[in-house]
C-alpha cells in the first residue's frame, strides 16, 4: 500500500492537478433571501499572511494568478447564469456604492499553505454577502484551492470556482436563481461539482458502495466515529478516511498524501489494518 500511495504521489506530481472546493461556513439569511443582483468586491490591499514564510510567498504568487481571473470570470458567469454581478475595483476602506437591489459579495484571502513535497500548495479565500443595510455579513462560504506539480491556475479553475460559488448560493437559497443545469460563457451547461485533485487517476474509482455522504453506510464506526466522519465532510479537498475492522479510524486533509496519513493516523491506534474508505468525493471501499 505505501508504494502504491507514492506511485499515485508521483503521477499527482508530474500530472500537474488542482483541486477545488466551495463549501458554505454560515447562513443568517434564514434562506428567505431573494438576492438579485451582486457587486463582487476583491479587496487589492497588499495580504498580511500569517506567517512570512515560504508558504506566504507561494500563496502570494497563486493569488496574484487566480485574482484576477476570478474578477473577470465571476462577474461574466454569474450574470450569464441569472445573477446579474458588476465588479468594483476597490483599495479603501470607504463603504461600497450599491444601487437598487444590489448586494456586495466580498473576496478575501485568509491562508495559505505549502508543502515541499512535490511543491503542493493550498490557497483559501472567504466569500461574505453583505446585508446591504447593516453590512454584516449574512452567508460565507470558503472557497479552496490545492494545487500540485506543474499545474496552472487558469480560466478553467476560476469558472469552476465562480460556478460553485453560484452553486452554493442556490442551495442555501440565498440568491434567486432557477434550478437546472450551470452555463459556460459560450451557453453549454457545466459540471459543477468540487474538483477532485485525484480524479485523473484511473485506479481510483468509485466503488459504489455508497454515496460519500451516507455517514450511516460507513462500516465499524461507533457513534463517536461517525461524527468523526460528519465532521470529515467538512473538510478541505483533498482529502481522505481511512477505517479498520476493530472501530479505529483516521482523517487526513490537504497536501499530496492525505491517504497515507490517513492510514498511517488510523493504524497508530490498533493492530487492525486500516484501509481507505473514502477520497475527496469517492467511495473506494468495496464490501467484504
Not at 496574484?64 to 465571476?74: F, G, H, N, W
Not at 442555501?172 to 459556460?184: R, Y
Amino acid at each position: 500500500m505505501r508504494n502504491y500511495l507514492r506511485f499515485a504521489w508521483l503521477c499527482l506530481l508530474l500530472a500537474g492537478c488542482v483541486s477545488t472546493h466551495v463549501t458554505t461556513l454560515a447562513n443568517k439569511s434564514g434562506g428567505t433571501q431573494e438576492v438579485q443582483r451582486l457587486v463582487l468586491v476583491f479587496p487589492n490591499a497588499h495580504v498580511t499572511w500569517e506567517f512570512n514564510n515560504l508558504a506566504a510567498t507561494v500563496g502570494e504568487k497563486n493569488l496574484q494568478q487566480l485574482a484576477p481571473l476570478l474578477r473577470d470570470r465571476l462577474p461574466a458567469l454569474f450574470t450569464k447564469n441569472g445573477l446579474p454581478t458588476r465588479y468594483v475595483d476597490k483599495r479603501d476602506a470607504s463603504p461600497i456604492a450599491l444601487q437598487a437591489q444590489e448586494h456586495a459579495l466580498l473576496i478575501k484571502p485568509t491562508s495559505a499553505s505549502f508543502m515541499g513535497r512535490g511543491g503542493a500548495s493550498g490557497l483559501h479565500l472567504q466569500a461574505d454577502l453583505l446585508d446591504p443595510v447593516s453590512g454584516k455579513s449574512i452567508w460565507t462560504a470558503e472557497v479552496s484551492m490545492s494545487k500540485s506539480g506543474l499545474a496552472k491556475l487558469d480560466e478553467g479553475v476560476a469558472d469552476h470556482i465562480a460556478l460553485q460559488i453560484l452553486d452554493r448560493l442556490r442551495a442555501d437559497k440565498v440568491a434567486a436563481l432557477a434550478e437546472g443545469p450551470w452555463l459556460n460563457l459560450e451557453g453549454k451547461s457545466v459540471e459543477t461539482a468540487p474538483k477532485s485533485i485525484y480524479a485523473e487517476l484511473p485506479w481510483l474509482k468509485d466503488s459504489g458502495f455508497a454515496k460519500v455522504d451516507d455517514v450511516m453506510a460507513v462500516p465499524y464506526l461507533s457513534e463517536k466515529g461517525r461524527e468523526g466522519y460528519r465532521s470529515y465532510l467538512n473538510k478541505r479537498y483533498p482529502r481522505a478516511f481511512a477505517i479498520a475492522p476493530n472501530g479505529n479510524w483516521a482523517w487526513s486533509s490537504t497536501g499530496l498524501d492525505v491517504a497515507e496519513r490517513a492510514l498511517a493516523a488510523c493504524n497508530k491506534n490498533g493492530k487492525d489494518p486500516c484501509e481507505l474508505y473514502s477520497i475527496d468525493n469517492k467511495v473506494l471501499w468495496r464490501k467484504k
